[in-house]
């Protein structure tokens, strides 16, 4: 079985979306100066980086992400690279990545993923989207 991790690592040069808070680690104490432990604080806000949105984040129904259940997140997936072409991922494009009928889970491989490769430092307004017809 393949598995396919797509979190990135939260680090002070992870871009944000503009106007969210930046990523802030601050070693409190160091065993390299005496302290008996390594203790880190860790400041971002909860969209940063590879998350979840919850359905809170665009409705105001109170549907948060600790209700989601784990179940829908971990197993088998389908994986669709788009086109480098495509700026916005919308229902025609999936229509030609034939995705079988019963799929539940989907990932969607776009350019968006040469930004992490290249260490893209700066929040990148370029990015490839979906459709509110595909996010429907």
Known sequence: MK????????SPSLPVWPGDPAVVLEKVSSMDAS?????????????TG???????HFLNDGRTVEGLS???LVGPVRVVEI???V???????????AIPSGTVRLLL??????LWERHQQEFFPGFVGISADVAD
């Open 3 to 10: 598995i396919h991790d797509v979190t990135l690592p939260i």
């Open 35 to 47: 302290a008996h432990d390594n203790v880190s604080r860790l400041a971002c806000g909860v969209h």
């Open 50 to 56: 590879t998350h979840v949105d919850a359905p809170h």
């Open 70 to 72: 784990l179940e829908i």
């Open 83 to 85: 086109p480098e072409d």
């Open 87 to 97: 700026q916005v991922v919308s229902a025609a494009v999936l229509q030609k990545a």
């Open 109 to 114: 491989k776009t350019r968006n993923s040469q």
